[in-house]
C-alpha cells in the first residue's frame, strides 16, 4: 500500500513539474454574422483554448499556480465563404506582484488583421519548422510572445529564446499573402511587433521590463519610494528608445499595458519624481495627457 502512495505521488510531482505554461481564456464575439450554424463559434473557443493551453511550449516545468494568465478576445467581423473568417483580436496577459493579491497587465495588443479558416471538429495542426495555417501560427506567434514577456519580467532578456522563435512564426508564414506577417502596411502589425521584440535597439525597453516588473513592483509593497525610482529609471530608458524609433510598436504596446497602472503608481509620493514621470510619459504618450493628470494634482 506504501508503494501504491509514493507511486501515485511520484506521478502528481511528475505532472506538477512538467504543466503546460498557459492559462489562456478565449472569447469569441460573432454577433456580427448571420448564420445559422453560430455552434461552430463555441468549437472555434474549445479548440482556440486546448491548443493554447495543450501544448507545451517550453522545455521548462511549471506548477498549476504558476501558468501564466492570458486572454483572446476574437470579434468576428465577417465570414467571406463558409469556414473562413476576418476578425480582430485583443491579446492581453498578466503577471502576479510578488506578495501581494495584485496582478499587473503586461501585454495589452489589438492585432486587426486575423484572416483565418476553421471548420468545426477540424484538429489544429502546428509545427514550428513549418506553416501549416494561418490560424496555428497566429496563436503560436502570440502564445511565444506571451511567455517571452512573461520570462523578460522575471529575468532581464530571459526571454530571448521565445521571441526569437516567435520570428521563426513569422519567417514561415511569411509565404503567404495573408495580412499582418508582412513588412509593408502598419507598423502595428505582428509583423512588426515580433520584429521590435527581437530589434537589437530595444533591448534597453526589454531590460526595462524586467526592473519596472522584478525590482519595482515585487518591492513596491516595501520601499514604494525606491520602487518609484527604480521604475521612472526604466521611463528615461524606454523614452530614449521611443527617440531614436519613433513609431515602434512595441513601446506603445509598453503604454497601452502600463498606462493605468503608471498613472497610480505616480500619484503618490515625491513630487519631483512625479513630475519627472509626467513628463516623461506624457511625451511618450501624448494622446492620453489627460489620462496621466492624477500624478501631478496632488
Known amino acids: 500500500m506504501r508503494k501504491i502512495y509514493l507511486l501515485l505521488v511520484f506521478v502528481s510531482l511528475v505532472i506538477s513539474t512538467q504543466a503546460q505554461e498557459l492559462n489562456c481564456s478565449v472569447s469569441i464575439n460573432a454577433t456580427q454574422i448571420a448564420t445559422s450554424e453560430q455552434g461552430v463559434f463555441k468549437d472555434m473557443k474549445n479548440a482556440i483554448e486546448q491548443f493554447m493551453n495543450g501544448r507545451k511550449w517550453t522545455n521548462d516545468g511549471f506548477k498549476t499556480h504558476e501558468k501564466i494568465r492570458c486572454n483572446l478576445l476574437l470579434t468576428i467581423s465577417s465570414m467571406p465563404t463558409i469556414g473562413r473568417f476576418i476578425a480582430s483580436v485583443q491579446i492581453q496577459s498578466a503577471r502576479p506582484i510578488y506578495n501581494t493579491n495584485y496582478t499587473s497587465l503586461l501585454f495589452n495588443f489589438a492585432d486587426r488583421e486575423w484572416d483565418f479558416e476553421y471548420l468545426e471538429s477540424q484538429p489544429l495542426q502546428y509545427n514550428d519548422n513549418t506553416y501549416t495555417s494561418n490560424l496555428t501560427s497566429m496563436l503560436a506567434a502570440y502564445a511565444y510572445l506571451i511567455i517571452g514577456l512573461d520570462y523578460d519580467s522575471f529575468s532581464e532578456l530571459g526571454g530571448t529564446p521565445y521571441f ?79 527617440d531614436v524609433n519613433p513609431n515602434a510598436v512595441l513601446v506603445v504596446s509598453f503604454l497601452d499595458a502600463k498606462g493605468k497602472e ?30 496621466y493628470e492624477k500624478i501631478i494634482k496632488n
Open 164 to 242: 526569437q522563435r516567435a520570428l521563426n512564426v513569422v519567417n514561415n508564414a511569411q509565404q503567404t499573402a495573408l495580412p499582418g506577417w508582412q513588412p509593408m502596411g502598419s507598423n502595428r502589425s505582428r509583423y512588426w511587433l515580433v520584429e521590435n521584440f527581437n530589434n537589437p535597439q530595444m533591448v534597453d525597453l526589454r531590460k526595462a521590463i524586467y526592473a519596472y516588473h522584478r525590482l519595482g513592483l515585487d518591492t513596491f509593497e516595501k520601499t514604494p519610494d525606491k520602487s518609484r525610482e527604480v521604475i521612472l529609471k526604466g521611463l528615461r530608458d524606454i523614452k530614449k528608445v521611443r
Open 262 to 291: 503608471l498613472a497610480n503608481i505616480f500619484s503618490d509620493g515625491n513630487i519631483q519624481v512625479r513630475r519627472e514621470a509626467y513628463d516623461i510619459i506624457t511625451a511618450i504618450d501624448p494622446s492620453n495627457r489627460s489620462a
